[in-house]
Nanobody, 118 residues
Framework: QVQLVESGGGLVQAGGSLRLSCAAS????????MGWYRQAPGKQRELVAK???????NYRDSLKGRFTISRDNAKNTVYLQMNSLKPEDTGVYYC????????????WGQGTQVTVSS
């Protein structure tokens, strides 16, 4: 089992920035890929970004240039730097870890709320 603890969500004005963190513990030997998904009210959960243990990244096209994913392998932590936030970025952001860049991982965090006011 893998446990994920997220932090860093909150309320921010449009144009502002937030940094999310997700720390993994437990059976971390099974983790290759760490990433973030988000879910807005009434919408499906969607990929934000992923990063592999060797630094390869995969971003939702519409977020490239505003969001940056990074990780600290020594701390088993993944980060999401979100800049120039827009009201449509509002939602619950979930950390997700697994072993593939092309599908959702098996483990999810509890989610952290991001609210961007206009």
């Amino acid at each position: 089992q893998v446990q994920l603890v997220e932090s860093g969500g909150g309320l921010v004005q449009a144009g502002g920035s937030l940094r999310l963190s997700c720390a993994a513990s437990g059976s971390i030997f099974s983790i290759n890929v760490m990433g973030w998904y988000r879910q807005a009210p009434g919408k499906q959960r969607e990929l934000v970004a992923k990063i592999s243990s060797d630094g390869r990244t995969n971003y939702r096209d519409s977020l490239k240039g505003r969001f940056t994913i990074s990780r600290d392998n020594a701390k088993n932590t993944v980060y999401l730097q979100m800049n120039s936030l827009k009201p449509e970025d509002t939602g619950v952001y979930y950390c997700n870890v697994g072993d593939s860049m092309y599908s959702r991982g098996a483990y999810w965090g509890q989610g952290t709320q991001v609210t961007v006011s206009s």
